[in-house]
């Protein structure tokens, strides 16, 4: 007999169509056991119907919100102020996992499960597809792919190289070799040495998360994950699960401090003026206020491939993000203007052109990372309370990296297994980084890369906490 997991939770689940898949399935990957639950994109109106937002890509965003009204902040707010849960029911023989959050660490926590013969159902609000922050927008499949998150990621535990080597056969990744640079404001590049391999997806980022959750799509139903306004409602209602349920998501701990990070996607008809600075195709920006980093798409997933448009993605700095934070659900159109020129500006100042000198792209599009990256770590694997049965995984616990987050959802996996072999009549001997303190962690910008011999301090420019 299952017992189920009563949550007290303001998540309702809610049924709705099935999504239609956006890959399709790769007979060479094995098709996991795990269910995929995942929001299907719809455009509100103020009526309730059924609309479509204009084509037209001027950096602003609708509100993201349910139709109950609320926001995803909102609901996830209230979630965590519910009273805490403690079971004192048996362990199941058979247990089943709730994973909230698709992105790296919730599918590595999804599929690691799998292989220690857990079940797990994986839930995400994402309304763009799952994969967080390895995030990929295609304006043109052929000739114009930007990765406006993870830019790329390094490899420095033999754990999450088995798993990297994996993806390889699969020709999921590749190595990438592309130029890397240090480059100071007025145009003096320097390479940046690594003792790690880099790597990056064939075709974007997101196109790593999109071949390992395109094979659960085959579903009878789908679950949408919605804010409810009022009486909190148990996940079991709608699915049965043992008491284990992982929260995979950064927002728990109100000691988590976390930047807001500008991200500009421009392109260019024709390549930047940037041979004299060794023809780099990723910079480390230094000494530019409103830019941290430039990287070229193009070249970096179009290697082999000539007069393509010169797709680029710009990050601000921490400081610029901080100073310049809006409500990310529904940017300004002015602010969004603003921080487009002043990028752009910061291109100009990196690269040593004069202002006004830069040529115009042809096409922008501003998103603001309002809760980006951690500027803070408890430096732990994962997140564990026994009597809960909830855990935690997420790239926060180890610092700020691709890596972190998939170690992170090993972790958990591996201990919620070992914590079920057990028959959990011993709880307390698998708590785990339950008051852990939180310490200031290094790194670029845009996060750790270990293995590159680069990275200065981030100061923590936190966001404000839930």
Known sequence: MTSTALLSSSLVLQPIKPCKPFLPRNPRIPRPRFPLCSAEPKHLTKGGGGGRRSPVDDGRRSPRRGPHGTSRRSAIKKSFAQEQVVFTTPVARDPAVAIIGGGVAGLVCALTLEERGIRSTVFDTGMHGLGGRMATRIIDSRTCI?????QFFTVSDL?????????????????????????EAGGHASPVPYSAS???????????????????????????????????LPISQNRDFEGAFVKDTSW?????????????????????PISQNRDFE?????GVDSLSWMG????????LESDLAQCWTFFSTAAYGKRNKVPQENIPSATAEKVKDDILEGVESALGLSKGSLQKPFYTRVQLWGAALPTNSPDIPCIFD?????????????GSSVEAAALSGMSLAHHMADYFRSGGTQPDEFAIGLNNPFHAIAGHDIGQFPGLKSGEQVEPQACPAL
């Open 386 to 398: 026994p009597n809960g049965r909830a855990g935690i995984c997420g790239d926060w616990l180890l």
């Open 198 to 232: 880099r790597y990056v997806g064939m075709k974007g980022m997101r196109s790593l998360m999109d071949s390992i959750i395109s094979q659960t799509l085959e579903l009878s139903s789908i679950w949408a994950l919605l804010a409810a306004f009022e009486d909190p």
């Open 146 to 150: 930007f990765d406006h998150a993870a």
């Open 282 to 286: 990723g910079a480390f920006v230094k």
């Open 296 to 303: 070229n798409n193009t070249s970096k997933l179009f290697p």
């Open 252 to 272: 728990c701990l109100q000691t988590l401090e976390l930047s807001s990070i500008w991200a500009l996607l421009a392109a260019f008809e024709d390549p930047l």
């Open 159 to 183: 754990r999450f190289q088995k798993l990297v080597d994996r993806w390889l056969e699969k020709g999921l990744v590749r190595e990438w070799k592309g130029l890397l640079v240090e480059l």
